[in-house]
């Protein structure tokens, strides 16, 4: 059987697997990336979803030279405005005390375009698509994986296979998890009036609504929202008539973006979280999604992966300038160390948020009106939250 020998092997290549090999790839290391998917299109995208990117984030695809292609299509966060059900409950943030923007929106398709576009130039990168491996075993030092008809040998296997990652069905690695049985649907839309780049959280009893400000399009306002609820209403939602929907809507945005003028798209996404029990095994690492992944309340899924690939960009700077070997268990333990706390920390958060939220009774209703009122009134909580958010604390 045909062998590829490679420093080292990256399955999945969405939005954390594709950063991943273009950062690792301008350290001088050859990649492969196993992709189940066809040939990235950005025509063909089914994923109409936009991220809403961190400062941090920003920040480490500035220091790797992508970000100045994802800036072309990023809509700035300048203002964030979060209301309790009662919409005098209300918090503002912005971003004077650091002068920054407190995030930025783009759309998957756009982020994945930018770091392809980079990839496809990349000698050190070789992209398999339509394979996914079948098993994985080891040689001495060597992790190898076995796809349909050749090998694939290297020093590290790098798991970015998203959710349902395979590499850790193969691996056994335990995870916990949570079902919110709900969903999410995601809705792009045409409104009347400028969103002023602020971005909007409703938090409403059956789950939060946020607006996000997207870049015009042909000199239409654009927008998307997120709106979790449970599974029956976005069922049902989802199944209506657009104009049916945007009547719903309307009345759910109060006239925060004008009124809605056309919907452009809609999908829906369940709503579930998980984290491994550990990050590595012998060789391998788990990243993003295939690690963790978290209620969307906060929007800082890929952004955390996004540190997970930052400090792995790090560990493996210093393994190379030392001359020292890829992937052994100093590697994987460093990896572990950097990385799992974090993730630990944000999966707790998310869900706490989201309990806190959608409680209905009088001691949380009265401790959540007391929380954002203390919040709203003291300068040092938000500088402490927009920090959290940006992803720079
Ligand atoms: C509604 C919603 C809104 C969100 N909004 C935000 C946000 O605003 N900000 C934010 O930071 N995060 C957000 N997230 C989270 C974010 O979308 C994810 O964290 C991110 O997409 C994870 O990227 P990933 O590359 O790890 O996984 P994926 O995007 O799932 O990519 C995995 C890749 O691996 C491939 N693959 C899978 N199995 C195999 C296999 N066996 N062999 C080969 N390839 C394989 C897949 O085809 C895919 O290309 C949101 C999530 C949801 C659900």
């Not at 992209?127 to 590290?156: A, C, H, M, V, W």
């Not at 056309?262 to 690690?291: C, M, W």
């Amino acid at each position: 059987m045909k062998e590829i020998q490679s420093n080292i092997n990256i399955i999945g290549g969405g939005l954390i697997g594709a950063a991943t090999a273009y950062a690792l790839s301008k350290l001088g290391n050859n990649l492969v990336i196993l992709e189940q998917k066809a040939k990235f299109d950005p025509k063909r995208i089914l994923d109409k979803r936009t991220t809403a990117i961190s400062e941090g984030t920003k920040k480490f695809l500035d220091e790797i030279n992508i970000w100045k292609d994802i800036r072309k299509h990023a809509e700035p966060i300048k203002k964030i405005q979060i209301a309790d059900r009662n919409q005098s409950n209300k918090i503002y943030f912005d971003n004077q005390r650091r002068k920054s923007n407190l995030g930025y929106i783009v759309k998957n398709e756009f982020i994945l375009d930018s770091i392809y576009k980079k990839l496809e130039k990349q000698k050190r990168v070789k992209i398999f698509n339509n394979i996914s491996p079948k098993d994985i075993f080891y040689e001495g030092s060597r992790i190898i994986t076995k796809q349909d008809n050749f090998l694939i040998n290297t020093n590290l296997l790098i798991a970015s296979d998203g959710k349902k990652s395979s590499v850790r069905k193969i691996f056994k690695t335990p995870i916990i998890s949570k079902d919110y049985k709900k969903k999410a649907i995601v809705i792009n839309f045409y409104h009347s009036k400028s969103h002023q780049n602020t971005a909007y959280e409703f938090f409403f009893k059956k789950g939060p609504l946020a607006i996000l400000p997207m870049q015009k399009n042909k000199n239409e306002f654009q927008s998307s929202i997120v709106w979790t609820n449970s599974n029956e209403f976005i069922d049902s939602l989802f199944s209506l008539d657009n104009s049916k929907i945007i009547s719903i809507l309307n009345e759910k945005i109060e006239g925060s973006v004008g009124e809605i003028k056309k919907i452009i798209t809609k999908q829906t996404f369940p709503l579930n979280a998980h984290l491994n029990s550990k990050f590595v095994e012998r060789r391998t690492i788990y990243l993003g999604d295939s690690a963790h992944s978290f209620h969307p309340i906060a929007g800082q899924g890929w952004n955390l992966g996004m540190q997970d690939v930052e400090n792995l960009y790090k560990l493996v700077k210093k393994y190379n300038s030392l001359g020292l070997e890829l992937g052994d268990e100093m590697f994987c333990k460093e990896f572990q160390k950097d990385n799992f706390f974090k993730a630990y920390r944000l999966y707790q958060i998310t869900d706490k948020v989201d309990t806190i939220f959608k409680s209905d009774n009088l001691i949380f209703n009265n401790a959540r009106f007391s929380a954002i009122n203390l919040i709203e009134k003291s300068k040092k909580l938000k500088n402490r939250i927009s920090d959290f958010a940006m992803g720079i604390n």
